[in-house]
Structure formats: C-alpha cells, structure tokens
C-alpha cells in the first residue's frame, strides 16, 4: 500500500492570525529542519518504505488555479489558511495504514514549529489504486497501467 504524508503549513503565514507575515517571500528552513528531515529520510531509506519525498516553497511563490461557475481563474500566493497548505510530502510503502501513521509519528516536523504559536500536522492519505476502484473499466485499468510505464523511472 502506498501512502502520502503532506506536511502541512506555510512558514510565510502565522498560523494563528491568518495574515501573511512577508509578502515578497517566507522564511527558508533553520539548518536544523534540514538536518532534522534529512535523517528521517535515511531513516525511511534504510527501512526501504521511500518512494519519493519533497519540500515545496512557501506560498507566497505559488498560485491557485480556481474553477468555480464554470469560469477558471488565477489567485496568486501567499494564501492565509497555514493548515490547509502543503510544505512538503514523503510517498512511502508500507504494508498497513497503522504502520504509515507510525511513521508519520517519527517525522521531525516539531522542528518546523519550534518557538512559535504555529502547529505541525501531517496528514496520511491512502493512495488510491486504479485496480481499487470500483468505478474503474478494465479498459480504464489497463490504460492506467501503460500510461505508468511510460513514466520516467
């Protein structure tokens, strides 16, 4: 089973007033975070569970394309609701939601909040498998399937 942890937050945004603390660009990582996330991921690599893992600039350098009324629009960053932005996430394997949870547990990400009023959240979501859907043609599978191996490896 494949899980993504998103790492969740903005250091551009103070959490608690929803208010953009620099609207050029937020903060870059402490040193420590670095250190801190970099031995998770040896620690998820020896462990053999990472797929994938990335940080994600603040806000404040992305955008939003929003579809609503049938019309698409752009919202530029930063955006005020922290716990709803991602940072960063970890795609692992493991063989049970429980075990993606302890993982999760282990993650530094306290280190991304320390000093501040601001709360770390890691969300754990289940990737969904083509073959897992009930909705899913054969035709539709198979497909999905070629399409993947036509990914860069």
Known sequence: ?????????????????????????????PT?????MNDYMAELVKAGVLLAAEGLFDSSQGARVV????????????????KELVAGFYMIQVSSKEEAIEWAKRCPVEL??????QEAVIEIRQVAEMDELPTATPEQIEEERRLREQLPS
Do not use: C, H
């Open 32 to 36: 420590e975070l670095i250190q801190g």
């Open 67 to 82: 579809y609503a009324n049938g019309r698409k629009s752009v919202v530029d960053g930063p955006f005020a609701e922290a």
């Open 112 to 117: 991304a909040v320390q000093g501040t009023n």
């Open 1 to 29: 089973m494949r899980f993504m942890l998103l790492l969740k937050g903005d250091p551009q945004v103070d959490a608690t007033e929803g208010v953009a603390a620099d609207a050029v660009a937020g903060p870059l990582p």
